[in-house]
């Protein structure tokens, strides 16, 4: 389960407004790449905070209004698909997650990045910043992260099912599904698909 361990070494250390950066929709054929990042009040209490993919779509949405109402700051960013496709997926993640960062509307001056890559070839975490493997079980910071960011990429996604129904994206949010495929193979792409992603097709 998360704990402020990470927030309060980092205090130890000096710094004084500490977020933590989660992104979600790194794996889907569709869509955009999201990022968040939070600074929450150091002790924060968020009852069943965790992971996003460890909690009911029901239970994000709450916390996804609990952390944004009590937040002392938080941003959500993202990178379109066709970006994704020009500089690949590795870059549009780390580079939500800065544009998330760098969105807040409290500067952070240290940065708890989940997983275990902080650059590609062409983007970069800027902000002063540890990696954090596993950071949304771990830290209470990167799992509210992670929860804007699911929960915002979440409901993009059911926009892009009533603007393109033909694809069921309601049902599997763009992931890499047996249905998902099956609809791909008979309709082909549309305009939100990664294209770099549909090499199996």
């Not at 996003?52 to 944004?68: A, C, F, G, N, P």
């Not at 590609?120 to 910043?129: E, F, N, Q």
């Not at 915002?152 to 249905?179: L, V």
């Amino acid at each position: 389960m998360p704990s402020w361990d990470f927030e309060r070494a980092a205090a130890d250390k000096g710094f004084c407004a500490v977020c933590g950066c989660d992104e979600a929709g790194v794996g889907p054929l569709a869509g955009r790449v999201y990022a968040g990042a939070v600074i929450l009040p150091e002790g924060l209490e968020l009852s069943g905070l965790n992971d996003s993919k460890q909690v009911t779509e029901k239970r994000r949405e709450e916390l996804y209004d609990q952390i944004t109402a009590q937040a002392d700051a938080w941003a959500v960013a993202w990178v379109e698909p066709q970006e994704i496709d020009e500089i690949d997926i590795l870059n549009s993640r780390i580079k939500a997650m800065q544009l998330a960062v760098d969105a807040l509307g409290k500067r952070a001056d240290f940065a708890l990045i989940d997983g275990n890559r902080d650059h590609g070839s062409r983007c970069a975490i800027t902000a002063p910043h540890q990696l954090i493997v596993k950071g949304d079980s771990l830290s209470m910071s990167i799992a509210a992260a992670s929860i804007l960011a699911k929960v915002s990429r979440d409901r993009y996604m059911r926009e892009m099912a009533a603007r393109y129904p033909q694809y069921e994206f309601e049902r599997h949010k763009g992931y890499p599904t047996k249905r998902h495929y099956a609809l791909l193979r008979e309709l082909g792409p549309c305009p939100i698909h990664r294209r770099s992603f549909l090499k199996k097709l």
